[in-house]
């Protein structure tokens, strides 16, 4: 029996030049100060793309960077997933487009996966899925978005929150390796899809006159059919009473107890939803690192964000024990665990 | 859970000591339990069912009295 595992070798990111600060956003009519937005949010600065900008540029960018950070050929890459909420075209797959864009082999799978802030577990799950059934020996994960092209300027129940970037992560077939990634915990409730969501654009409503409509809400956001709509509300009682629960389940499922956790890293929504979850988890919180002050929110990006942090600061050992945890627009929420080696 | 552990909960989610939690404790009558108080609480039930709270169910739940006997009838804290 093959005892072949799927290791994270390596983590490179990319980020677009221009930035949205707290002054520019108080700036815009009926916004908070910059202090106020700071002092809700934690965030100082919004990456954002540009107009001509794609979420898979981002993603291209980033892949280079963990080629050259790695030593990596990209000739030895034999499948790509590339995990996006804002694709350049319905068709066919971004991944299809980056594989010849970073000049991967011809003979390298591609695939699309539509997953937000759950979506970097999801693809290191289907990563160690083809690794260790052998189909596999060294695969590229890349995540990347441009929600702020989805964001009306004058809503500011999102505008304040979202940046984009991408990243990009090295995943290795490792024969006989004590530990990579570990075990997978899953959820979905989709009587949250309404919860976050862009409602127009595809084919169950697509773009009219009428979808263009801005329309202000009660609060004083403004925003079209188009837009990203956000309930932050119901958004936030789902974090706060899903992620405790799957946390539990993903420690019984490794066999851990919360103690023999290194690391915990969570889905970086912003500092008023990670304090609340870090307060409810009661886990201690110089092992749960923040990484979203000069990013915001970059959806399926924040928790490879927060591990390329570690990984260049020296603090991950080999031997860590490692928790991930994303959860977000779907509903859709996922766990894993992994063992640095 | 027992009775004491959900007025452990729900005192700390409202910024008072368990003892001052009476049944008609309410948003109406203690200052710190606020509108993200009341979201917290509901958010507390939801984890405790593993499903979430009938939006007029939670309409319901304005008072410490309320929740317990919520608690008690969804099997969250025993019967008795």
Redesign the interface.
């Known amino acids: 029996m093959s005892s072949t595992k799927a290791v994270i070798r390596d983590v490179a990111s990319h980020l677009p030049a221009a930035r949205l600060t707290n002054e520019d956003l108080a700036a815009r009519e009926g916004a908070f100060s910059a202090e106020q937005i700071f002092a809700k949010t934690g965030i100082v600065e919004r990456p954002q793309a540009a107009p001509d900008e794609c979420a898979s540029d981002l993603a291209a960018e980033a892949a280079r960077a963990l080629f050259a950070k790695s030593g990596v050929d990209p000739a030895s890459i034999d499948y790509v997933i590339f995990c996006t909420q804002s694709p350049d075209y319905f068709l066919p797959a971004s991944a299809c487009v980056l594989q010849r864009e970073l000049g991967l082999p011809t003979a390298c799978g591609a695939i699309d996966i539509n997953q937000g802030c759950s979506g970097y577990v999801y693809g290191l799950s289907l990563a160690k899925g083809l690794i260790e059934s052998g189909q596999v020996k060294r695969l590229l994960l890349l995540t990347g978005d441009t929600y702020t092209k989805y964001i009306h300027p004058l809503d500011r129940s999102v505008c304040t929150l979202f940046g984009d970037g991408a990243t990009a992560t090295l995943i290795d077939a490792a024969p006989d390796a004590q530990g990579g990634l570990g075990v997978f915990q899953f959820g979905t409730d989709g009587r949250g899809a309404d919860k976050l969501i862009v409602p127009a654009g595809g084919f169950r409503t697509p773009r009219s006159s009428e979808t263009a409509a801005e329309a202000t809400d009660a609060d004083g956001n403004v925003r079209s059919a188009e837009n990203l709509y956000m309930n932050g509300r119901d958004v936030f009682r789902f974090a706060i009473s899903t992620v405790p629960r799957s946390f539990r389940a993903l420690l019984e499922a490794a066999g851990w107890t919360a103690d023999e956790v290194d690391f915990l890293l969570l889905h970086q929504a912003n500092r008023f939803m990670l304090d609340e979850l870090v307060a409810r988890l009661k886990f201690p919180k110089e092992k749960t690192p923040y990484r979203f002050e000069n990013l915001g929110n970059t959806v399926s990006s924040t928790i490879p964000f927060v591990l390329e942090e570690l990984l260049d600061s020296g603090r991950l050992k080999p031997g860590a024990r490692l928790a991930l945890l994303g959860f977000g627009v779907g509903y859709s929420w996922g766990g894993c665990t992994v063992e640095w080696v | 859970m027992t009775l004491d552990d959900l007025k452990t909960e729900i005192a700390d989610i409202v910024e008072v000591e368990p003892a001052e939690l009476s049944d008609d404790t309410s948003s109406e009558n203690l200052a710190s339990w606020d509108s993200m108080a009341t979201?917290?609480i509901?958010?507390?039930l939801?984890?405790q069912l593993?499903d979430?709270v009938e939006p007029e169910e939670a309409q319901a739940l304005t008072t410490f009295g309320a929740i317990v006997e919520f608690a008690r009838k969804r099997g969250i804290i025993d019967a008795g």
């Open positions: 979201l917290r509901i958010s507390f939801d984890e593993d979430q």
